[in-house]
């Protein structure tokens, strides 16, 4: 008789950015990973406006392989989960504006408390 093998916990299915956002707001929970998500985003930024000031749009989509390179190795290296099994990668790069954005204006705290107690993220 084999033995049931355990099975990995299916990613949940969102209908509306807030959902998803409420549930990737638990993501990242190391400030190591959290601190290389704003790295991240910093150079993904940075990168735009130098590739706007030079004329170089190479210059900006090297910006974002960098960005997501660290963004990934933050998700797998540094939180031990597998960044590679995001499906939606548009709403997860807007979170992490998100994020930041919530982070520069002092709201991220609340922001993490309200969305603890949201938990259909389907609706």
């Known amino acids: 008789m084999e033995t049931p093998q355990p099975q990995a916990e299916a990613e949940p299915q969102f209908k509306r950015y807030i959902h998803f956002f409420d549930h990737y707001l638990s993501h990242p929970r190391q400030p190591l990973s959290r601190l290389m998500h704003y790295a991240a985003i910093a150079i993904s930024v940075a990168t735009l406006l130098?590739?706007?000031w030079d004329g170089n749009p190479l210059l900006f989509l090297a910006g974002?392989?960098?960005?997501?390179?660290?963004?990934?190795?933050?998700?797998?290296?540094?939180?031990?989960?597998?960044?590679?099994?995001l499906i939606y990668p548009l709403w997860a790069l807007i979170a992490d504006f998100h994020i930041v954005l919530l982070t520069m204006i002092g709201q991220i705290d609340v922001r993490r408390r309200v969305a603890r107690h949201d938990h259909d993220y389907r609706a």
């Not at 974002?64 to 099994?85: F, P």
């Open 64 to 85: 974002l392989i960098v960005s997501y390179a660290l963004a990934w190795i933050a998700h797998t290296v540094v939180e031990k989960h597998d960044g590679s099994k």
């Open 50 to 52: 130098v590739a706007i």
